[in-house]
């Protein structure tokens, strides 16, 4: 059964310091965690990060007092990321033969990875490995995907539309077929 996720993170060539991670399951299980140990002071100080994630996020806009805004509805997905990882694995393991996908997929499986250290670290029953939808479009001609509707750089909302985007993929797979499966 595939899983599709998204993370947001800060990363500086080096490190990828997760911020929040995203997944649906075909079965329509979801899973949302913000991560309450990723740097601020990091966040604050990408502009792209400020204008484009910060906002989905449940902090405070200043800053001011404390980051956590506990009156944000995404407040209760706030958890450490050894809870995070937990969640994860549980998210996963009740998932029969999983599968994991993800737009660009390479940087959310290290930041998914990451969660529980080394990717040799991995939990029995975690993939190692995400396929990848931009590169099933690009082996499809590179078709004008759907454009999401809201949410964007959520990772839940960007994780929800991921499944769209595969079966938008699975329509044009068909189609370049000719109609075939």
Not at 10 to 18: N, Q
Request: net charge negative; charged share 30%; glycine share 6%.
């Amino acid at each position: 059964m595939k899983i599709f996720y998204d993370t947001e993170f800060i990363e500086d060539g080096k490190t990828i310091d997760l911020i929040s991670i995203g997944m649906v399951a075909e079965d329509g299980r979801e899973l949302y965690a913000v991560s309450c140990e990723f740097s601020f002071s990091a966040l604050q100080r990408n502009d792209w990060l400020m204008a484009n994630v910060a906002p989905s996020l449940p902090i405070k806009p200043a800053l001011d007092g404390g980051p956590w805004d506990r009156e944000h509805p995404d407040y209760r997905h706030v958890h450490p990321r050894a809870e995070i990882a937990r969640k994860v694995e549980r998210f996963i393991r009740a998932t029969p033969d999983p599968e994991l996908w993800a737009w660009y997929a390479a940087y959310d499986h290290v930041a998914l990875c990451q969660l529980f250290g080394r990717m040799i670290d991995l939990p029995d029953g975690v993939p190692m490995w995400t396929n990848d939808l931009k590169q099933e479009a690009e082996r499809l001609g590179n078709p004008r995907m759907p454009r999401q509707a809201e949410g964007e750089h959520n990772a839940l909302a960007d994780a929800r539309h991921n499944q769209l985007m595969h079966d938008f993929l699975i329509v044009e797979r068909r189609r370049a077929d000719g109609g075939a499966r």
